[in-house]
């Protein structure tokens, strides 16, 4: 039963510090998205990427935001010094695009961040 | 832009009775994929069922059926024989074709199930 993985699950961090949070997307896709889950903004497109390169990142903060995928296996959401207005989950997901237009994606099971 | 709109905040429903989720969305395209996503309280993301905009005939997987109404841009997911495990967040999202993969949220409605 072939899942998206991230870690870690919960991390609670003080303010100014560094966080990298983790993504397995399912062997075989070729494209990763990161979302953020707010009960205020509700779920928002932070970036996604297709075969590795990323595609958009707007809804990303430049300034304290970067995500990567260092090999097909992994991509990386860190957050560089996080502040408490980033307390949030982090939704990793990842999809087969095929160029048919149909494209589902599976979310991993998220990490809860708090920055205290 | 497309918007996705679900009006509704919270639901309930007597376990075993069925349960209709409505969700409305505006576009100008005239194809594009709808999906409805559940997140139980353990927050896990799970696609519950996709419908293509050229399909005339509703989606149904298992007791989850949908009613796609294009010419009113509505798209409402009906859970039959409802079930404890049902109860989660359910969120109505809209895709664009193509390359455009960004999924378009609508603020999600919570399912409670009274047993």
């Known amino acids: 039963d072939a899942r998206v993985t991230q870690t870690p699950r919960d991390k609670v961090t003080e303010m100014g510090q560094e966080v990298t949070m983790r993504c397995q997307p399912i062997l075989g896709h070729n494209t990763v998205f990161w979302y953020r889950q707010t009960m205020m903004q509700g779920l928002e497109l932070l970036a996604y990427?297709?075969?590795?390169?990323?595609?958009?990142d707007s809804g990303m903060p430049k300034d304290r935001f970067s995500a990567e995928m260092p090999d097909a296996t992994l991509a990386t959401l860190k957050i560089q010094p996080s502040e408490p207005r980033d307390s949030a989950v982090y939704f990793c997901a990842s999809g087969l695009s095929t160029g048919t237009g149909k494209h589902e994606q599976y979310f991993g099971p998220g990490t809860r961040l708090t920055v205290t | 832009a497309q918007t996705v709109t679900q009006s509704q905040p919270e639901m309930s429903v007597q376990e075993a009775e069925t349960v209709t989720l409505s969700c409305t969305y505006d576009t100008s395209e005239s194809d594009y994929y709808l999906f409805w996503y559940k997140q139980p309280p353990s927050r896990q993301m799970i696609l519950v069922i996709r419908?293509?905009?050229?399909k005339q005939q509703n989606a149904t997987e298992n007791r989850f059926s949908v009613n796609f109404q294009k010419a009113a841009k509505s798209f409402s997911l009906k859970i039959s024989d409802s079930q404890l495990g049902d109860a989660a967040m359910y969120f109505c999202a809209y895709r664009s074709p193509g390359f455009n993969y960004q999924l378009i949220w609508g603020a999600g409605t919570k399912l409670i199930i009274k047993p």
């Open positions: 419908q293509e905009a050229y």
């Open positions: 990427f297709r075969n590795r390169a990323p595609l958009d």
